[in-house]
């Protein structure tokens, strides 16, 4: 855990298996800017993270899930997505509609979302109905049946699901620049999986991915808004006792590691023949990784090129020029790999022109670096998001799980916002002069032959 962790000294008794066991409770810390934060490692090894912020009427409630896309065989791909729609379609105490109508009955809302590294099954609700709404979620996470009924009926529902995608050539163009960064790398296919993966996973490869993959100590739960942490680690345990998750005593599972770094494929560009009003164009290169100590420089230089109205892409290219009405950069982090890219849509008559624009502004900011001032307000940005973003519980929530899960330690907000001061101007250019000379691979997906674009490093 971060340094500024410090044990409470107290310790819950274990009422399942392995009862010689204690859990082990610590303050993680009294924020100015948050609540007070505690973590509870359960003697199975499920952790159970807590931000008590009086001031809120609700709260939410999150299960994570250290099991994402990447985790799956090239026969599994979409088997962790399939799983998240399956989980809510009933237990053995509970039908699909009981799961649903209990929580909405409150005024509260379920939902769950699937990344190539994590799973997350989450709830709203009014800080009354938090008992509710943890007995309701345990037992759809840890005790789901999967009925073969249900397996087909979602199999349905997704295939209509990745159809749909493949209607948005707005969100096929991310996946089309991941296949050309990674390849046939786990982290470079569809989280949905494909119908070629899809049409034939059958129930027992699902249910054997559920039982080997959602283990306790792969679990990380999280909760942020008016609670007792000692009360909500109770109705943990009551909600998980007698289900496959009330296991013998074990480890926390260690977060990903960062070693050895994913292999990226050499730059490409790969073309997606579509009959589209606009082209949608991704052109980026591998980044960094998400321990690396430079991310927090690489968020004040993707502000600067292409985080904001404010920034030089926009400007350039939407605000002087008229040529796009979307333009961004973007950083995603994994945790032996990366990305840096920039996108753009635009009208397929103007791709050439704005892929000029953008190939020459990142070599300007390689070879010049970014100024002072647009260091200031890269900073500024980064802070303001950061901070602005903690204005809910559900977002509060979701810092505790990925800090835990995906970094094995949960920075303080004043170390975070520290963090962000301390990036200096060179700290910036000489990542961006490393980032941006890299040769770039191209995604592009609208009214184009395979041959209509090359590699430009």
Known sequence: MSSSAASTGRGVTSTGPGSASRAVTRTLSDDPLGGTVRRT???????????????????????WVAVGSRDETGSQAGAAHFLEHLLFKGTNKRSALDISAEIEAVGGETN??????????????????????????????????????????????????IAMHDDEPGDEVHDLFARAVYGDHPLGRLISGTEETVTPMTRRQIQGFYRRRYTAPQIVIAAAGNLD???????????????PLDTDPAAP??????????????????????????????????????????RFALGVLNNVLGGGMS????????????LA???YSYASQYADSGVFAVYAGCAPGKVDEVLDLIRAELARVAAEGITEAELARGKGMSKGSFVLGLEDTGSRMSRLAKGELLYGNLMPVDDLLARVDAVTLADVNTLAAELLGRP?????????????????G
């Open 112 to 161: 769950a979302f699937t990344t190539k590294e994590y799973t997350c099954y989450y709830a709203r609700v009014l800080d009354e109905d938090l008992p509710l709404a943890i007995d309701v979620m345990c037992d759809a996470v840890a005790d789901s049946v999967l009925a073969a009924a249900d397996v087909e009926t979602e199999r349905g529902v997704i295939l209509e699901e």
């Open 229 to 243: 942490h000692a009360a909500v680690v109770k109705l943990v345990r009551q909600a998980l006792r007698g289900t």
């Open 253 to 294: 599972a260690p977060h990903r590691a960062a070693t050895p770094a994913v292999r990226t494929k050499p730059a490409a560009t790969l073309v997606e023949p579509k009959e589209t009003e606009q082209a949608h164009v991704i052109l980026g290169c591998p980044g960094i990784d998400r321990t690396d100590d430079r």
């Open 41 to 63: 490692v359960l003697p199975s090894g499920l952790r159970v993270l807590t931000e008590a912020i009086p001031a809120m009427r609700s709260v939410s409630f999150g299960i």
């Open 440 to 456: 770039m691979s191209l995604a592009v997906v609208g009214p184009f032959d395979s041959g209509s674009f090359t590699v430009t």
């Open 325 to 327: 009405y979307s333009v």
């Open 311 to 322: 920034s030089r892409l926009f400007q350039e290219i939407r605000e002087q020029r008229g």
